[in-house]
């Protein structure tokens, strides 16, 4: 994956800019508070790492030093029995081989602050814990997440890039496309009018039959979060069939509801239709029901 990287001179400090993601850090020193004030007056927040990738990502977009003071990141504690954890969102994630040899080593019990080695050694990379009162480089980033950046979801910045996360009713990268339901054909000895035009989240469609036909179940079906319709789609049957159903059943049950789904099994066949979604089994079961 090529990216195109630019250096940007803004006063002391510099940018390194990717698309999307940014880091940035200064030349300047400062403790840790100051630090931290520093992105979040010119960026959005000191770094926060969350991964083995995205540490040696960033390691190798900042200059090497050649010894203390490297760079503050945003990972702290308060007190000394306290886990690490990091600005923004209490993680607390600390990785296996993020730690440089023999620490975090709480030296005077008072190192609650995070500094990463940047440098051509073997620590490259690797994190010290340290006094934050002490003075080091800021490193911060720039969240490329927007109140448009994810049309119909929730935006979260990831390294260099964003991520979508979309309400219920909506898919694609950038939850720009509402999910449809799929399409219904008319019922037989019916009609079907439905709301709008993109049968999407929330349409609904309503089933009619012609006069002399009876409709069978629900008549209105709505477009669901999942693109799925709440039922199934209703069917329109003659009172005469109805009725003799109605009649038939109730009386010598076995035999003439055997009869009855013969019936309009053979008439499903005749009309050999793609049905979507399925049609109510049989107007019997609703007829005693
Ligand atoms: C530190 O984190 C561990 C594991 O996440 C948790 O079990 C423990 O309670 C935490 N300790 C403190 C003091 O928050
Ligand atoms: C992080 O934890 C602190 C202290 O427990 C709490 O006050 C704060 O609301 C938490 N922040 C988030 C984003 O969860
Ligand atoms: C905390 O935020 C970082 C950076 O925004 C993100 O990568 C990470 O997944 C978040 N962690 C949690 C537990 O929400
Ligand atoms: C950081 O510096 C500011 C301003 O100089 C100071 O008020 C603050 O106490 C310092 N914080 C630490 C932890 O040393
Ligand atoms: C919002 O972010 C998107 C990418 O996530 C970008 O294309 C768009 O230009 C940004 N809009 C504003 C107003 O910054
Ligand atoms: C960001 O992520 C999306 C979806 O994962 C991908 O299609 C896109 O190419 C990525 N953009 C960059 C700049 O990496
Ligand atoms: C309906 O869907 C088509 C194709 O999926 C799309 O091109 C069109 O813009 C949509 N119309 C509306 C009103 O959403
Ligand atoms: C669908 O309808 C529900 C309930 O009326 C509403 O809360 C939701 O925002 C609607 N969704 C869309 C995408 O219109």
Same mark, same amino acid.
């Given at each position: 994956m090529m990216k195109w990287t630019f250096i940007v001179f803004l006063g002391s400090s510099l940018a390194v800019i990717t698309l999307s993601w940014t880091y940035h850090y200064s030349n300047e020193t400062m403790n840790w508070t100051e630090a931290r004030r520093w992105c979040q007056t010119y960026y959005t927040d000191m770094v926060v790492i969350q991964s083995q990738i995205e540490n040696d990502y960033l390691v190798s977009k900042l200059p090497n030093r050649d010894k203390s003071p490297y760079y503050w990141i945003g990972i702290t504690k308060n007190h000394m029995n306290e886990n690490w954890t990091w600005i923004g969102n209490n993680s607390t994630w600390v990785g296996?081989?993020?730690?440089?040899? @023999?620490?975090?080593?709480?030296k005077h019990s008072t190192e609650f602050c995070v500094e990463i080695y940047v440098n051509g @050694?073997?620590?490259?990379?690797k994190w010290n814990d340290d006094k934050c009162s002490l003075p080091k480089s800021p490193v911060c980033y720039k969240a490329q997440c927007n109140a448009t950046s994810c049309g119909r979801g929730r935006c979260q910045d990831i390294m260099e890039n964003i991520t979508c996360h979309c309400e219920p009713g909506f898919k694609g990268d950038r939850c720009q496309t509402a999910m449809e339901c799929p399409p219904l054909s008319q019922p037989d000895n019916g009609y079907l009018s439905c709301s709008g035009g993109n049968l999407t989240i929330n349409s609904t469609c309503r089933f009619k039959c012609y006069p002399g036909f009876l409709i069978i179940g629900p008549p209105d079906v709505t477009c669901g979060v999942t693109g799925d319709w709440s039922g199934p789609r209703p069917v329109c049957t003659s009172y005469k069939q109805a009725l003799f159903a109605v009649v038939g059943c109730g009386r010598s049950s076995a035999l003439c509801c055997i009869c009855f789904c013969w019936m309009k099994h053979k008439k499903r066949k005749e009309l050999a239709h793609v049905r979507?979604?399925?049609?109510?089994?049989s107007p019997s079961t609703e007829a005693e029901g």
């Open positions: 296996e081989q993020s730690w440089a040899k @023999n620490e975090p080593n709480n @050694n073997q620590n490259r990379g979507q979604p399925e049609e109510v089994t």
